[in-house]
Each structure stands twice: as C-alpha cells, then as structure tokens.
C-alpha cells in the first residue's frame, strides 16, 4: 500500500506542474483562481496549497487559509445588540488568529479536490496533519493559531469524517447553502416563470415591472476597471452591512478575477442611465453556476427590487446556458428560497487550541455565528 504524503506551499510559483489536471472538475481549486486570490485577497488573508501524492503520484490538491481576524475594520454593522458585543470581544480575544481547511470565502464543499477515489481515512489524516503542519509554521513566526476550521463538507463526507479524526472535533452547521437544481426541460425564462404558483409569479412581474429604467451589461475587463471604484463602494456597502464579516475583499479584486479567468467569470452591472447602481457576479465552474459577491446602491435596492431581481437574472443566465444548478450560497435565505432555491445543511468541524476553550466550544460558538430565523418559500406549482 502506498504512503499519501502532503506538500505545503505559500506561493503558486511553486505548485507542481500537474495541479491543474488534479483539480480539474473544481474551477475554485485551479491555479486561475489561485492566482486571483493570491493577488488579490483580502488584506488579512494568507493562502496556502496543498499538494497531495500517493507514493511519488500527484492525486490531489487542497487549499487552505490564514485569517488575522483583528485586521478588520468591522464584523459586521448590521446588527447592534449584545449579543453582538460578546461575539465581538471573543474574536478579538480569543480567536483573532484563524486557520480554514477549505475556502472560507465561498459556500461549498471547494476545500479539496481529488482525481482518484480516495478512502476518507486519507482525506481524514491529511486535512489534520496539514492542519498541525501550518500550525508549527506560524508558531515559529511567533503566531499563535487560535481556531483551526474544516469547512463546509456534504452530510455524508461529514458523517464517515466523524468516525475518524475529526471524532473529538465541534461539528458545526451554520446557515445552509442555497442550491437551485434546474429542471433540463427548462430552456427559457418564459418556462420557469410559467413553472411558478400564480404568487410567485406575480412577484416576478411586479419586480420586473419595479426595475424599469435599469439598464444591465456585462462588463468586458477595461469597464470593470473603469468601473473598478463604484464596484468596490457598491460591494462595501453590502459587506459591511452583512451581520457577519470575517474579511473584506481587496478593492482590485473584481478586476483581477476577470483578468485571470476571463469569460469563465461574469460581472453584470446594473445602470441607470450612465450611473452604475449594482451589479452581480458569476462564475462558471463546470455544469455548475456560483453565483459569488455583489453590491448595490441601497436606495436603488429598495425602490427597484434590485436585489430580487439579480436573483431573476442569475437564474435566467443559468437556464438559458443550461447550467444543471446554481449555488447561491449562504445569506437571504428566505427570498432565494422564493425564487426556487432549496437549503442544502454543511457541516463543518471547529477546535481551539487552547484545551481548556475547547472544551467551551459547544458554548462559545453559538455566540460567533449569529442566529437566522427564516420560512423556506416552495414558489413552484
């Protein structure tokens, strides 16, 4: 039996030739992307690749991510109340230094990627011993890792996960990830409107009818740089009126990922007359739509629908370039259900460092994670 053996890099110019080929089915785990978030991450983020081999070959690739949480300007201001403050002074005081097996960017299972079946007692041992690996790093930095996280994994990764040496890990569920699955019969927006209960569809007419007077483009390169300061205010907005931020994006972000992935990533801006007011993103990862960040003018939002309505749009794009589903991720759980979006539950796995905190574990991570009361909406007839 051969011995499954990891390599740790902090920079893509060192990555095996062959990564790519690796991660081929996974578009958030090729060296374009890679690129983007090397160039372009957010400020208190620091990536690191992982290559995995089985014997002398390379079978697998996985990404893993710093976060130096007390360079934020802010976890958020939407809600101000005291359960806020309290999730506030533990990230500062006991978790300001944060390690992520996977993506802590994007809802998914995007952590790793394999291109040969491998028994999870591999994929168990090698997120764990990478894990202690990246940890002995930092500590000869004289950094502290406070939290380590293995994010975002299927119910059924999760469960055979449990068995092994996440066993004595926090298994975590936080909002669940919002997947439209897109019946391969649907070939126009006129069917998926048709496909909805006459309330739904009323409420696809009356937002249609709200966005009147907006004109929507997708942006080649040169206008996402003209563009690039009113996208990052619009995207700003948003992120910091989220009720939870672990990092913002870089101001150049938007432009770098269309530079690296060109039409593979989609940037539609939103205008009234020549005034840029919105816009959404797109990346196409296969037979799969994700859908990625976003920002609006706030008044706009309101007096057009202009949220619901780039919902509409990212799934007209999807249906009519017959993508097999679109990932809307995490957050408005409830309006994305309205438009046809159903909740998928992700596990993740959490532990602190400090043995003491992290028997408190099951204590204090309800408080870092703020509470979503929703109705899932079931728009279809």
Same mark, same amino acid.
């Given at each position: 039996?051969?011995?499954?053996?990891?390599?740790?890099?902090?920079?893509?110019?060192?990555?095996?030739?062959?990564?790519?080929?690796?991660?081929?089915?996974?578009?958030?785990?090729?060296?374009?992307?890679?690129?983007?978030?090397?160039?372009?991450?957010?400020?208190?983020?620091?990536?690191?690749?992982?290559?995995?081999?089985?014997?002398?070959?390379?079978?697998?690739?996985?990404?893993?991510?710093?976060?130096?949480?007390?360079?934020?300007?802010?976890?958020?201001?939407?809600?101000?109340?005291?359960?806020?403050?309290?999730?506030?002074?533990?990230?500062?005081?006991?978790?300001?230094?944060?390690?992520?097996?996977?993506?802590?960017?994007?809802?998914?299972?995007?952590?790793?990627?394999?291109?040969?079946?491998?028994?999870?007692?591999?994929?168990? /041992?090698?997120?764990?011993?990478?894990?202690? $690996?990246?940890?002995?790093?930092?500590?000869?930095?004289?950094?502290?890792?406070?939290?380590?996280?293995?994010?975002?994994?299927?119910? $059924?990764?999760?469960? $055979?996960?449990?068995?092994?040496?996440?066993?004595?890990?926090?298994?975590?569920?936080?909002?669940?990830?919002?997947?439209?699955?897109?019946?391969?019969?649907?070939?126009?927006?006129?069917?998926?409107?048709?496909?909805?209960?006459?309330?739904?569809?009323?409420?696809? /007419?009356?937002?249609?009818?709200?966005?009147?007077?907006?004109?929507?483009?997708?942006?080649?390169?040169?206008?996402?740089?003209?563009?690039?300061?009113?996208?990052?205010?619009?995207?700003?907005?948003?992120?910091?009126?989220?009720?939870?931020?672990?990092?913002?994006?870089?101001?150049?972000?938007?432009?770098?990922?269309?530079?690296?992935?060109?039409?593979?990533?989609?940037?539609?801006?939103?205008?009234?007359?020549?005034?840029?007011?919105?816009?959404?993103?797109?990346?196409?990862?296969?037979?799969?739509?994700?859908?990625?960040?976003?920002?609006?003018? $706030?008044?706009?939002?309101?007096?057009?629908?202009?949220?619901?309505?780039?919902?509409?749009?990212?799934?007209?794009?999807?249906?009519?370039?017959?993508?097999?589903?679109?990932?809307?991720?995490?957050?408005?759980?409830?309006?994305?259900?309205?438009?046809?979006?159903?909740?998928?539950?992700?596990?993740?796995?959490?532990?602190?460092?400090?043995?003491?905190?992290?028997?408190?574990?099951?204590?204090?991570?309800?408080?870092?994670?703020?509470?979503?009361?929703?109705?899932?909406?079931?728009?279809?007839?």
């Amino acid at each position: 039996m051969k011995t499954t053996t990891c390599k740790i890099y902090s920079s893509l110019n060192q990555l095996p030739n062959t990564w790519d080929e690796v991660a081929h089915d996974n578009a958030f785990l090729q060296t374009p992307y890679l690129t983007v978030l090397e160039n372009a991450a957010p400020t208190n983020m620091q990536c690191f690749y992982i290559a995995i081999y089985e014997g002398d070959i390379h079978i697998g690739v996985a990404l893993a991510q710093y976060l130096e949480v007390n360079k934020l300007e802010s976890f958020g201001e939407r809600d101000q109340c005291l359960k806020t403050y309290v999730r506030n002074f533990i990230f500062k005081n006991f978790a300001s230094h944060v390690l992520f097996l996977g993506n802590n960017m994007i809802t998914g299972q995007n952590g790793y990627a394999f291109n040969t079946h491998t028994d999870f007692s591999n994929i168990s /041992k090698m997120l764990v011993d990478c894990a202690h $690996e990246i940890i002995e790093y930092f500590k000869k930095q004289h950094i502290k890792i406070h939290i380590v996280s293995f994010k975002d994994f299927y119910q $059924e990764c999760a469960d $055979e996960l449990k068995k092994l040496d996440f066993a004595s890990m926090y298994d975590f569920h936080t909002q669940p990830n919002m997947i439209f699955e897109l019946p391969s019969e649907w070939k126009s927006i006129e069917e998926y409107i048709a496909a909805f209960s006459k309330k739904y569809r009323d409420q696809y /007419k009356r937002a249609h009818k709200k966005s009147e007077g907006i004109r929507i483009k997708e942006l080649t390169y040169d206008e996402i740089l003209f563009h690039e300061k009113r996208i990052y205010e619009l995207y700003h907005h948003v992120a910091k009126n989220a009720p939870f931020n672990t990092f913002f994006l870089a101001p150049h972000h938007f432009s770098t990922f269309k530079k690296q992935c060109g039409n593979r990533f989609v940037l539609c801006g939103y205008f009234i007359e020549d005034t840029l007011v919105g816009f959404h993103t797109l990346l196409l990862n296969g037979s799969v739509l994700e859908t990625y960040f976003l920002g609006y003018d $706030e008044q706009i939002q309101k007096e057009k629908m202009l949220y619901l309505n780039m919902l509409y749009n990212m799934t007209q794009y999807g249906i009519e370039n017959q993508f097999k589903k679109i990932i809307f991720g995490r957050t408005a759980l409830e309006i994305k259900s309205s438009i046809g979006a159903t909740p998928l539950l992700m596990t993740g796995f959490i532990y602190h460092t400090n043995s003491w905190i992290n028997k408190l574990m099951p204590v204090i991570f309800p408080k870092l994670e703020p509470n979503v009361a929703w109705q899932q909406r079931h728009p279809f007839k």
